[in-house]
């Protein structure tokens, strides 16, 4: 990828070698940190390198009556404004310069304290474009959104403090070929979904991999999100429990069972420490009630932390587990964790996702079995 504002906006910092050396980089910083846990080199899942981000969030400049978009300067101490932007897939970027258009040749009442423009897409070419304001929406707005809806062929959100206007919908719907099945997923504005669509179904696909060699038991997943992993894992157990802290996520995962008609997984809404508790039997949860977590025998646990890593209760409870699938944002604290993982259990695969080229920002996993 190239981009004119390489070495001026911040987004991008690494910019000066190929992506092949990024990548030949990140592998060589994700193999040093494993290598206490894993003496073999992990597997490595490279990006497009255009056109791969399917999340994107812009800061709105007014110049006069004119908006820009701006990013926040490599420096990190002010902002720069963009004329172009080749991460963002397809279907956010046939839109973004004609939304900014019709801005600037419409009223005031669109581009009026109008401070930031966050876009959702998906594969099928489903957009969703959130316009954040400091002012009151009021049926003016309504009228010209609309109308903006119909020129750009996608969906429009409005928010200001304590207000959220919806003109159709708040979700984009994606679809994705995991291992030869297509799998639907409702994805909600401001609900974390995986920013890299190609890369997310090559870290879905390992996970499939891995689980495809396990074949018995039941399945337990933490930070489950909108049951991204969730889905196509769930057709390899006899029974699914998976857990995340997020009520619209928990929600988004219950739509997304629906509408790919799979009926053996039980989502709810609890944190990992808090899962940790339930499973242990150390507390009760209402949010649990009806469900016999007896019944359960888990053969595999995947967890999908955020930075920070797994909290010292989470280890200890899936040290007792078979099977466990680690996917890290993080490769520090994912071998923070491993160091008291592999004391009971062996690394047997390791893999790279590159979501995010041309940055520092690496994704990556580990499969690990328990030692006999």
């Not at 259990?345 to 920002?361: C, G, I, M, N, Y």
Request: charge should be negative; hydrophobic fraction near 40%.
């Amino acid at each position: 990828m190239t981009c004119k504002h390489f070495g001026v906006c911040g987004s991008c910092g690494l910019f000066e070698s190929t992506y092949e050396v990024q990548l030949a980089q990140k592998k060589e910083k994700v193999s040093q940190l494993l290598m206490p846990f894993y003496d073999a080199e992990p597997e490595v899942f490279d990006s497009p390198t255009h056109h791969y981000r399917a999340r994107a969030e812009f800061r709105i400049w007014h110049d006069g009556e004119q908006c820009h978009y701006a990013m926040g300067n490599i420096q990190k101490n002010g902002a720069v404004c963009i004329e172009e932007c080749p991460k963002v897939i397809i279907p956010i970027e046939k839109r973004m310069w004609k939304l900014l258009e019709c801005i600037n040749s419409s009223s005031q009442t669109l581009g009026h304290k109008l401070f930031a423009v966050e876009f959702l897409a998906s594969t099928t070419d489903e957009c969703l474009i959130t316009m954040l304001y400091h002012k009151k929406l009021d049926e003016a707005w309504n009228r010209e959104a609309k109308v903006l809806e119909q020129k750009l062929g996608c969906k429009i959100m409005g928010r200001s403090r304590n207000q959220k206007v919806i003109l159709r919908d708040e979700y984009v719907i994606e679809k994705l070929l995991i291992d030869g099945k297509t799998f639907v997923y409702k994805q909600y504005e401001s609900s974390f979904t995986q920013p890299n669509p190609m890369v997310n179904v090559k870290m879905i696909e390992w996970a499939v991999k891995q689980v495809k060699t396990i074949g018995h038991g039941d399945f337990l997943e933490s930070y489950c999100g909108l049951g991204n992993f969730t889905l196509p894992l769930s057709h390899y157990f006899d029974k699914v429990l998976a857990t995340e802290i997020s009520k619209r996520s928990i929600q988004a995962a219950l739509e997304n069972c629906a509408l790919n008609d799979v009926n053996n997984i039980t989502f709810a809404r609890l944190s990992s420490e808090e899962m940790t508790q339930a499973l242990s039997g150390i507390r009760a949860f209402s949010r649990l009630r009806g469900v016999d977590l007896a019944s359960y025998h888990f053969s595999t646990v995947l967890v999908d932390p955020p930075r920070a890593g797994l909290d010292v209760e989470t280890i200890a409870l899936i040290s007792d587990i078979e099977h466990i699938i680690y996917i890290s944002c993080n490769p520090h604290t994912l071998a923070r964790d491993l160091e008291t993982l592999t004391q009971t259990h062996r690394v047997v695969e390791s893999a790279l996702f590159d979501q995010f080229p041309h940055t520092e920002h690496v994704e990556s996993g580990v499969f690990l079995c328990k030692k006999v």
